[in-house]
């Protein structure tokens, strides 16, 4: 048994939430939120790939945060 099974799943509501400090510059949250770091800080140090990155993360934030719960049940990440 992993270390990650037994934590709980994540929230796309809550993910969203984190996406809002994008609206003022800060990109990329919702990214260190799902743990994805590199990521995040890619996010962070290019406003959210000039905006086209976070308009991206709009539509398929449920989606990666479904990727990252099975990933974490499964124990890979």
């Known amino acids: ?4 099974s037994s934590l709980p799943p994540k929230d796309s509501g809550l993910a969203y939430v984190f996406m809002l400090p994008t609206l003022v510059g ?6 260190f ?6 990521r995040g800080i890619i996010w962070l140090l290019t406003f959210g790939l000039l905006g086209l990155g976070t308009i991206y993360d709009l539509f398929t934030l449920k989606r990666q945060t479904r990727q990252v ?4 049940a499964l124990g890979i990440d």
Do not use: D, E, K, T
């Not at 800060?26 to 990214?31: D, E, L, P, Y």
């Not at 719960?69 to 974490?72: D, I, L, P, S, T």
């Open 26 to 31: 800060v990109a990329g949250v919702q990214h």
């Open 69 to 72: 719960n099975a990933r974490r």
């Open 33 to 38: 939120y799902l743990g994805r770091i590199f």
């Open 1 to 4: 048994m992993s270390a990650y």
